[in-house]
Each structure stands twice: as structure tokens, then as C-alpha cells.
């Protein structure tokens, strides 16, 4: 009973500052950042994301250098967007929608917010259990799989989130502690994965590589029933495919921790390791499969990664879906606690691993991850642009940034339709233009921020009173 | 002690990348190099914790 009585009171005692400013002493290295988006973005999605480019039949050419420039402009996003932003308000992505859009929007956003993450986490679970499933020969689901297909699977889904949700009930320290242990071990396993395997694909040396590649790896050929892939896809995709954590700033939650916005480029050791070598890692592992298997539907990291590496490539299948997995849990409970801040942060992540655990056992979930990747992505963007007129814009056109906090309103109807315009004219895009849902982030961006813009000069009221004795922000900390 | 600590831990890390490199050459089976990669695995992640996160919570880090 003392024991019981200890781990509530130290779990109560965790602060991670969801509602306030971070402090100076608080403020995290570097090298902190470098491991926790190295641990993340070599995860557990690498080994669903690099087969779909396969399956979805992108050239070798057109992969190669499509991820080039993406992983760049996704950087730069994280740098000049999230970075700057962060260090200048050091709070959470939830507390600063708040003091922009009011509590009312924020418990719609956070619910959708949320909602997305534990989708996210529990795709993670579920590649997961892939391989902790293996010794008990657990039937493995198919790319046409929806609902669980075994008792066996559901249970394996269960042990897997349950470990995940205790995890992260014990705070982002604990989470980044182990991804930074992980990190540089799992792009090992992902290298040697792929590199032990080359000989079974006809590569013997060097030179063998590229025209294999062309030929046997990366066809240009997209398998049956998957649309065609080519340069701009996989550009626009390795840009996008955190485009909710830099452009739509849910990162603001990470890197508020950062003494500089500088260490926004810190996600280059992610992006770079995980959405470059894994990627390309994992489509040659996926390649050998369907070349084995000829064509087998099953698709299942860990018998792919056990296949190749063995052992240690199965346990690098758990723990790379459990390294995604306990971050965006970590920020699902975020999202939620932000709802009322008097909930305590593991009674929240608790609740939240429930839900995602019980997501995950629906293999769908793994099989759609490219388009549901996408969708999140463009879902949260229009949040992550309005934060950037109202810090950036809106104060060098005559308008007040914290427009909520300023008028004590709990609803800021500039920001709901702008989302809802966003969104829907991207959805009209999509439907009568046909422009892929790739591509809707960028005109999306651009429709947000011209749509705050005006959507304020409508809303806005003049606030002679308060403009006349301006006083300073509060809760904003300019750390540089 | 973290000196030696760290020599095993990238002793690990090798153990795990460089038998697949070996595979790739022909100079051993991948049943060998899966049972290293284990090996290396093991060694990884007993000796890593150890000094990787106390390094990294060093205030000297600028």
C-alpha cells in the first residue's frame, strides 16, 4: 500500500509545464533533440512507409531524389516555422491555440488533435505486435485486412499498448531517455537489415546496386490496385508527412524545451536516418518479400524485419513502433489534459492508451497509414498557419495577436472558419479538381493564412481601451 | 569507468552493423550475422543507458 501510494505521488509530482511557460532551468541540450528526432523518425512507421512507395511502384530516380529535397524543406519547416515559434512563446501548441481561439475552439481542436495521435499511436502498436506476435505464430494481417482477424492478434495488441501507455504515463523525460538509448541501434539494424539481404536480390558489389535498384527494387511499377507514384509524390509526402508537427506546430510541445529555434534543425538527424536510409532500407527488405513470396498480400514488419535480421530485427520492429508510439501518445495526453487542466497528466495518458489500444487492433489502420499520414497532416496545417499570422502578420497590419485572451472570449470565430474554409476548399480540390491529397497542404497553407488574414479584419472589434494602455503578453517569453 | 562502458557500447553497435557488410562480401553465412546482430543488440543495451542519458544531462553541452 506504500509502495501503491509512492508511484501516485511521484507520478502527480510530474510537471511537464502544459500550462505554462517552460523555465530557463528547464530548457534541454541539443543533443537532447538530436536523439529524441533521430528515436522518433527512425520508428515504427519507416517499416510501413518504405514499402508503400514500393507498392505504390515510385522509380528509383524519382525516390532518391524526391526524399532529398523533401527531408530539406521538411527541415527548413521545422527550423524557421516551429523553432522560431517556439522559442518565442515556449508553451505548448494547445496553450497558444487557447490564448489565439479561445477555450471552446480549443476543446473541439484538441479532441481532433487528439483523436489523429492515438490513430498515429496505434498504427505503432500494431507493428509492434507484428513481432512480438512471432513466437506464437500469430496469423499476421493482409493489406486487405480491416477488422482483427485472431483472438491472438487482439491479445498481442493488448500486451504491446498496455507496456507503451506505462511508459508513457511517466512523462516526455522517460520517453526521450529511451529513444536516445534506441536511436542509434535502430538505424543500425534498418542498415544492416537491408545490406544483409542484397545478395538474395542479385546485388554481389557496388555496381550492382543502381541497376537492380531500377529493375527489381524500385520498378516504377506500382503493384495491383495502388496509384502511381512519381518525383513530386514522393517529394511532397517526405515534406508533408509531419507537416502537423512543423507546419501545423505540434512540435511547439517538443521544442519549446529548445534554448535556440536554431535546434529546429536538430530534426534533420530524424528525417534524414528515418524518412532517407529507412525508408530506402525497409522498400529493399519489402522488395525481397514480394520477389520470395511471389506477391503474398500478408504485410507484417516483424516476420519482414525477422526474415532479414533476425532476432534483433524483430525486437528493432517493437521497439521502433514503441518509439513512436510513447511520443505521440505522450502528446495525445497533452491535447486532452489541456481540455482541463486539473486532470493529472497519467490519469489522462491512461485514458488515452486505452482508446489507442483498442484502435490498433484494426489492422486498416496499418494498411491506409500513406493516405492517413497524409490526412493528418493537412487536418491540423490550417492551426499550425494561423499561429504563424497571428505572431508574424497580424501585428504589422493593425490587428492583436491573442485576440481570446484579449477580449476574455471563449470563442474566436476567426479561427474556426478558418479552418473550416481551409479544409473544405481542400476538399473541393481534391473532389472536382482531382489534386491528390499529397498535394493539398501547400495551396492549403497559403488559403489558411490569407483566410485568417481577412476572417480578422471581419471579426476583430475595435479595442480602443486596451490599445490605448498596451501591455505586455503575459505568458510570452522571448528567450532571445 | 564510462570509458570502457562506451568502448562496449560501440563494440555493440559494430557487432551489429558490420555482419551484414561481411554477408554482402561472402565472408559469412546470415545465420552468423543474425546471431551477432543479436550479440551486438544485447551489449547495446546493457552498456548504453548506462552513460548515454547521464551524458546528455550534462548542463555543458553548448
Known amino acids: 500500500m506504500q509502495k501503491k501510494q509512492g508511484l501516485k505521488d511521484r507520478l502527480d509530482a510530474i510537471n511537464e509545464y502544459e500550462q505554462e511557460p517552460i523555465p530557463q532551468s528547464k530548457l534541454k541540450s541539443w543533443k537532447s533533440f538530436v536523439g529524441t528526432y533521430a528515436g522518433e523518425h527512425t520508428a515504427g512507421t519507416e517499416f510501413v512507409l518504405g514499402p508503400l512507395f514500393v507498392a505504390h511502384g515510385a522509380s528509383a530516380m524519382s525516390l532518391v531524389t524526391g526524399l ?33 481561439a479561445g477555450s471552446k475552439f480549443t476543446l473541439v481542436y484538441n479532441l481532433v488533435n487528439a483523436g489523429l495521435f492515438c490513430f498515429l499511436a496505434g498504427a505503432m502498436i500494431a507493428v509492434s505486435a507484428t513481432a512480438v506476435g512471432l513466437p506464437f505464430n500469430m496469423e499476421m494481417p493482409t493489406l486487405t485486412d480491416v477488422f482483427p482477424n485472431s483472438i491472438g492478434w487482439v491479445a498481442t495488441v493488448f500486451v504491446v499498448g498496455t507496456i507503451t501507455t506505462i511508459v508513457a504515463m511517466f512523462g516526455f523525460t522517460q520517453v526521450s ?12 539494424i534498418f542498415i544492416a537489415a537491408a545490406v544483409g539481404v542484397l545478395p538474395r536480390l542479385g546485388i554481389n558489389s557496388i555496381s550492382d546496386f543502381w541497376p537492380v535498384a531500377e529493375t527489381t527494387i524500385w520498378t516504377g511499377e506500382p503493384l495491383i490496385g495502388q496509384s502511381k507514384f512519381t518525383f513530386w509524390h514522393v517529394m511532397f509526402f ?20 529548445a534554448k535556440k529555434w536554431q535546434y529546429g534543425f536538430s530534426s534533420a538527424s530524424g528525417v534524414f536516418l528515418g524518412h532517407y536510409i529507412a ?40 521497439i521502433a513502433g514503441w518509439t513512436t508510439a510513447n511520443p505521440t501518445l505522450y502528446r495525445a495526453g497533452l491535447a486532452i489534459q489541456s481540455i482541463n487542466p486539473k486532470w493529472k497528466t497519467w490519469k489522462v495518458t491512461l485514458f488515452v492508451g486505452l482508446f489507442t489500444t483498442i484502435a490498433a487492433c484494426f489492422p486498416a489502420l496499418v494498411m491506409r497509414l500513406l493516405e492517413f499520414v497524409a490526412l493528418y497532416g493537412l487536418i491540423l496545417m490550417p492551426v499550425g498557419a494561423i499561429i504563424f499570422v497571428d505572431i ?10 491573442n485576440y481570446a485572451e484579449l477580449k476574455n472570449i471563449s470563442f474566436n470565430p476567426a479561427v474556426a472558419w478558418t479552418w473550416f474554409i481551409t ?39 475595435p479595442t480602443a481601451h486596451k490599445m490605448a494602455t498596451p501591455t505586455p503578453i503575459p505568458t510570452t517569453v522571448n528567450a532571445n | 569507468m564510462t570509458f570502457f562502458l562506451k568502448i562496449f557500447s560501440f563494440v555493440g553497435l559494430g557487432l551489429t552493423l558490420v555482419p551484414s557488410f561481411l554477408v554482402f562480401q561472402g565472408f559469412i553465412e546470415p545465420g552468423l550475422s543474425k546471431t551477432l546482430m543479436l550479440v551486438g543488440t544485447i551489449i547495446w543495451f546493457a552498456t548504453a543507458p548506462q552513460w548515454l542519458n547521464k551524458f546528455q544531462e550534462e548542463p555543458k553541452d553548448e
Not at chain 1, 77 to 91: D, E, N, P, Q, Y
Not at chain 1, 239 to 252: E, K, T, Y
Not at chain 1, 302 to 310: H, K, L, N, Q, S
Request: proline share 3%; aromatic share 14%; with cysteine.
Open chain 1, 68 to 100: 532529398l529535397v523533401g527531408n530539406i524543406l521538411a527541415v527548413l519547416s521545422w527550423a524557421f516555422f516551429t523553432g522560431k515559434i517556439s522559442v518565442k512563446t515556449r508553451l505548448t501548441l494547445y496553450h497558444q491555440i487557447k490564448k489565439i
Open chain 1, 177 to 188: 531517455k529511451f529513444a536516445n538509448v534506441a536511436a542509434p541501434w535502430m538505424i543500425m
Open chain 1, 238 to 257: 517526405a515534406w508533408f508527412c509531419n507537416m502537423a508537427m512543423h507546419i501545423g506546430m505540434a512540435d511547439m510541445s517538443l521544442l519549446r524545451y
Open chain 1, 279 to 318: 525508408w530506402i532500407a525497409s522498400g529493399i527488405l519489402y522488395s525481397l518479400f514480394l520477389l520470395e513470396s511471389d506477391n503474398s498480400l500478408v504485410f507484417a514488419p516483424g516476420p519482414i524485419a525477422y526474415e532479414a535480421a533476425g532476432i534483433a530485427g524483430a525486437i528493432c520492429v517493437v
Open chain 1, 392 to 401: 508574424y502578420v497580424l501585428p504589422r497590419i493593425g490587428l492583436r495577436s
Open chain 1, 423 to 461: 479544409l473544405a476548399v481542400c476538399l473541393l480540390l481534391n473532389l472536382f479538381i482531382g489534386i491528390e491529397i499529397f498535394f493539398l497542404g501547400l495551396p492549403g497553407w497559403f488559403i489558411a493564412v490569407g483566410g485568417y488574414i481577412v476572417c480578422s479584419r471581419i471579426f476583430q472589434k
